[in-house]
């Protein structure tokens, strides 16, 4: 079993910045991915970014890139996402998750973390 836990969301005002953690526990591998996705009220759930915990793979959604910058401490299997510019479209609760590849389908992942809220105000 694995178990994910999200922190450092909150309230921001636009062009602000946050970081976010993920911390991965439990029955976890070296060669896995980790990924983050948000979903704002009334909407599907949104790839984010992504990243494996070995190498350089890494891929961001259109949205975020440039603004966001996903990182990782594989000693400590946790994944950070760096957000900065933050605008009042990134409003969601942001999720990390932990599959075995880094891609933008939610499916693929078979671990997800609670969630954590970031709002953007104007």
């Known amino acids: 079993q694995v178990q994910l836990v999200e922190s450092g969301g909150g309230l921001v005002q636009a062009g602000g910045s946050l970081r976010l953690s993920c911390a991965a526990s439990?029955?976890?591998?070296?060669?896995?991915?980790m990924g983050w996705f948000r979903q704002a009220p009334g909407k599907g759930r949104e790839f984010v970014a992504a990243?494996?915990?070995?190498?350089?793979?890494?891929e961001y959604a259109p949205s975020v890139k440039g603004r966001f910058t996903i990182s990782r401490d594989s000693a400590k299997n946790v994944v950070y996402l760096q957000m900065s510019g933050l605008k009042p479209e990134d409003t969601a609760v942001y999720y990390c998750?932990?599959?075995?590849?880094?891609?933008?389908?939610?499916?693929?992942?078979?671990?997800w973390g609670q969630g954590t809220q970031v709002t953007v105000s104007s």
């Open positions: 998750a932990k599959g075995p590849e880094v891609t933008t389908r939610p499916y693929v992942y078979d671990y």
């Open positions: 439990g029955r976890t591998f070296s060669n896995y991915a």
């Open positions: 990243i494996r915990m070995i190498g350089e793979d890494t």
